[in-house]
């Protein structure tokens, strides 16, 4: 039973960071690629950032491009999104899912509850 667990979600104003962890359990984490999507009030889930098997390559959409931050930690089973610089349009549910292969497909069968992040402006 694969499961995946966010946390780090939070109210931040305008500018400031958060880090968000995905902890993940039941599957050989580490040979899959890993991603982070976002659901805001009213619309539908959309692709944030994601990470290859190993962590040589990240893709981003271009709304969060120089902004957060991908990475993982095999050992500790984990992913990671670092956002900085947050704006008030940033305010979503996240969750990370684990991708189909090592690779990023763009497929993903695996998703984790979902943490809050709300960006007072």
């Known amino acids: 039973q694969v499961q995946l667990v966010e946390s780090g979600g939070g109210l931040v104003q305008a500018g400031g960071s958060l880090r968000l962890s995905c902890a993940a359990s039941?599957?050989?984490?580490?040979?899959?690629?890993m991603g982070w999507f976002r659901q805001a009030p009213g619309k539908e889930r959309a692709f944030v950032a994601a990470?290859?098997?190993?962590?040589?390559?990240?893709r981003y959409a271009d709304s969060v491009k120089g902004r957060f931050t991908i990475s993982r930690d095999n050992a500790k089973n984990t992913v990671y999104l670092q956002m900085n610089s947050l704006k008030p349009e940033d305010t979503a549910v996240y969750y990370c899912?684990?991708?189909?292969?090592?690779?990023?497909?763009?497929?993903?069968?695996?998703w984790g509850q979902g943490t809050q992040v709300t960006v007072s402006s």
């Open positions: 039941g599957r050989t984490f580490s040979n899959y690629a």
């Open positions: 899912a684990v991708g189909i292969s090592r690779w990023i497909t763009g497929d993903y069968n695996y």
């Open positions: 990470i290859s098997w190993n962590g040589v390559t990240t």
